[in-house]
């Protein structure tokens, strides 16, 4: 299958320190998506891409779609104690119109207080 | 709409056991996907319905796996003959968009399937 790179594969901040993750991939994908799941829950979508260079923000979030379509990144800015948890991306590959999304192996997000 | 629902939440069961979990869907949407997810992994792909036909199932779904939909709401996801290795977190997805693809899919809360 597809497989997305994601790293850091893990990151441990101090409260109100920015982050930055990304996540690559050796085939074009036309949609990037970014989710985050809490430890015995299932993953809740935190923001859609849509367009190469488009630049996303949902509250502290920030998420970009890279230019060579390979790549995604998510900034959170200001981070808080609730931000711990891992975060994915996923897409579906290709022109695929059924939906099927791949997604990375994940960024585990420590945040001390 | 609360959101995509799943039961059972956890459920243990000896190997060799059939079990079977349940999804309901958000109301409006025409899409269901099922995916299974390992510890430090991220979801897989199991299968995906529109409305009540199955349109995709990955290699991963054994011929022990049978998946359905049958009114186009609610979907069923059976295990048979359990074995160990079917030990992981099994998460429905639901997606909408009568107009086309829709790519953002709402996770539920998962089924915690341990078999001993």
């Known amino acids: 299958g597809q497989q997305l790179n994601q790293s850091p594969q893990s990151m441990f901040i101090q409260e109100g320190e920015d982050v930055s993750m990304n996540c690559t991939s050796s085939?074009?994908?036309?949609?990037w998506l970014w989710y985050k799941q809490d430890p015995g829950e299932g993953p809740v979508l935190l923001i859609a891409?849509?367009?190469?260079?488009e630049l996303t923000s949902n509250g502290r979030l920030t998420a970009q779609f890279g230019i060579t379509r390979k790549d995604s990144f998510l900034n959170i800015s200001a981070s808080i104690p609730s931000d711990v948890g891992i975060y994915f991306c996923?897409?579906?590959?290709?022109?695929?119109?059924?939906?099927?999304?791949?997604f990375g192996r994940g960024t585990q997000l420590t945040v001390w207080p | 709409d609360t959101g995509v629902s799943q039961n059972p939440r956890h459920k243990i069961t000896k190997r060799g056991q059939n079990v079977t979990f349940r999804c309901d869907p958000i109301s409006e949407h025409n899409r269901l996907y099922w995916y299974r997810q390992t510890l430090g992994q991220g979801p897989e792909f199991l299968t995906y319905?529109?409305?009540?036909?199955?349109?995709?199932k990955s290699r991963l779904l054994s011929d022990r796996f049978s998946a359905e939909r049958p009114k186009g709401s609610f979907s069923t996801l059976e295990i048979q003959r359990t074995e160990q290795g079917d030990s992981a977190m099994y998460l429905c997805?639901?997606?909408?968009?009568?107009?086309?693809?829709?790519?953002?899919?709402?996770f539920g809360p998962g089924t915690r399937l341990t078999v001993t």
């Open positions: 085939s074009i994908f036309n949609t």
């Open positions: 997805a639901s997606s909408g968009g009568a107009r086309g693809p829709s790519y953002e899919q709402y």
């Open positions: 891409l849509y367009k190469a260079g």
């Open positions: 996923a897409g579906p590959f290709g022109g695929s119109t059924l939906g099927r999304l791949y």
């Open positions: 319905f529109q409305n009540e036909a199955q349109l995709e």
